[in-house]
């Protein structure tokens, strides 16, 4: 048996999307496969989506500390591909970004999964969606910062 991680959208589970974003993703689906046989699935809130630095490696020891024995990545920075290298976490590239936590496990199984040893994406890639940690509109939203026209 083997427990696969998957870094996936909502609240997890095999009909998810998987999330692109490792350290901020929103959940961890964690599925265990026997004998090419999906056995079991549990999805878990990342607690590290929140963090202002270390999301990719707060989400390795997640990772870690529910058992996964693989994970299945998008984009993954260097301080989490050093962690789960640490940890002995084999880390496999899905081949797209717009599939299913179903599909890219039915891939592993079939073992149509390259295998990765480092990072895919720079350091941070994952704060915001790539549009800064504000999403683009600066601190007031692009409202301003309080002061109104004196027209």
Do not use: W
């Not at 990545?73 to 936590?101: C, D, E, H």
Request: charged content about 15%; glycine content about 18%; proline content about 3%.
């Amino acid at each position: 048996m083997v427990i696969i991680a998957v870094p996936s959208d909502g609240n997890g589970g095999l009909k998810e999307m998987m999330n692109s974003r490792f350290g901020r993703c929103p959940s961890f689906t964690f599925v265990h496969v026997e004998d090419k046989k999906i056995v079991e699935v549990k999805a878990i809130s990342n607690t590290a989506v929140g963090q202002m630095g270390g999301a990719g490696i707060h989400a390795a020891q997640l990772i870690g500390n529910n058992g996964a024995e693989a994970v299945i990545i998008g984009f993954l920075g260097p301080n989490a591909a050093q962690s789960l290298n640490a940890l002995n976490i084999p880390m496999y590239q899905a081949p797209n970004q717009t599939m299913t936590v179903r599909e890219v496990i039915d891939l592993y199984i079939e073992d149509k999964l390259s295998i990765i040893s480092n990072a895919n994406v720079s350091a941070h890639q994952g704060m915001g969606g790539g549009r800064g940690m504000g999403g683009g509109r600066g601190m007031g939203g692009g409202q301003g910062m309080g002061r109104r026209s004196m027209r």
